[in-house]
């Protein structure tokens, strides 16, 4: 079981770090990714980490202001969110993948957690 924490209201060129706390012996063994969905858009890929948090990928549109980490001790994985856009506006979701590859479609991710709204104002 997944549980996304941290969204909220910020302006733009602000800070936000999302969690993703899981609870689960086998965490540690799981891939983890970040999706998000803006008002009348498709779910998309926004970055993901492999169990060991030795590989991580990020979407182009969020690539050096987003950084994405996990600490397997806390069973809790994070999204750092820098220079935030109002773009950036949407739920974000975690899930996890028993595996890394393919990590681009929300299709192979096996659990989800609910979502928290991020809010950027310009």
């Known amino acids: 079981q997944l549980q996304a924490s941290g969204g909220g209201l910020v302006q733009a060129r602000g800070s936000l770090r999302l969690s993703c706390a899981a609870s689960?012996?086998?965490?540690?063994?799981?891939?983890v990714g970040w999706f998000r969905q803006a008002p009348g858009k498709e779910r998309e890929f926004v970055a993901v980490?492999?169990?060991?948090?030795?590989?991580?990928y990020y979407a182009d549109s969020v690539k050096g202001r987003f950084t994405i980490s996990r600490d397997n001790a806390k069973n809790t994985v994070y999204l750092q969110m820098n220079s935030l856009k109002p773009e950036d506006t949407a739920v974000y979701y975690c899930?996890?993948?028993?595996?890394?590859?393919?990590?681009?479609?929300?299709?192979?991710?096996?659990?989800w957690g609910q979502g928290t709204l991020v809010t950027v104002s310009s």
């Open positions: 899930a996890a993948k028993s595996s890394l590859h393919p990590y681009y479609s929300d299709s192979h991710y096996h659990y």
């Open positions: 689960g012996r086998t965490f540690s063994s799981y891939a």
């Open positions: 980490i492999s169990y060991n948090g030795g590989s991580t």
